[in-house]
Nanobody, 124 residues
Framework: QVQLVESGGGLVQAGGSLTLSCAAS????????MGWFRQAPEKEREFVAA???????NYADFVKGRFTISRDNAKNTMYLQMNSLKPEDTAVYYC??????????????????WGQGTQVTVSS
């Protein structure tokens, strides 16, 4: 089973940028679909962005045009570039590895492994 560790979270002002990283160990990510989710206080965990092992991407409507998901299979790492951040983007961000190489990681049911999460706080 793959182990995932997120990094790059922090405090940023509205309009600012952050880049999250998700480093994997235990197995290669070459044929693994991946995704980012987030969970704000007292809210359910929600889908943010996904990337297939082929590089196909999918985004939640509320981040389209602002966030970019990418991966570097040689480094076994996935990224989330977040621009034009808003206070409502404040949440714990989790990376996820999918359970099936044919299904994009766009909901929690398709997740096989979770990272521990990294806090992103956007001040107004």
């Amino acid at each position: 089973q793959v182990q995932l560790v997120e990094s790059g979270g922090g405090l940023v002002q509205a309009g600012g940028s952050l880049t999250l990283s998700c480093a994997a160990s235990g197995r290669t990510l070459t044929y693994v679909n991946m995704g980012w989710f987030r969970q704000a206080p007292e809210k359910e965990r929600e889908f943010v962005a996904a990337i297939s092992w082929r590089g196909t991407t999918n985004y939640a409507d509320f981040v389209k045009g602002r966030f970019t998901i990418s991966r570097d299979n040689a480094k076994n790492t996935m990224y989330l570039q977040m621009n034009s951040l808003k206070p409502e983007d404040t949440a714990v961000y989790y990376c996820a590895a999918g359970s099936n190489s044919y299904i994009m990681v766009v909901d929690t049911a398709s997740v096989a492994s979770w990272g521990q999460g990294t806090q992103v706080t956007v001040s107004s």
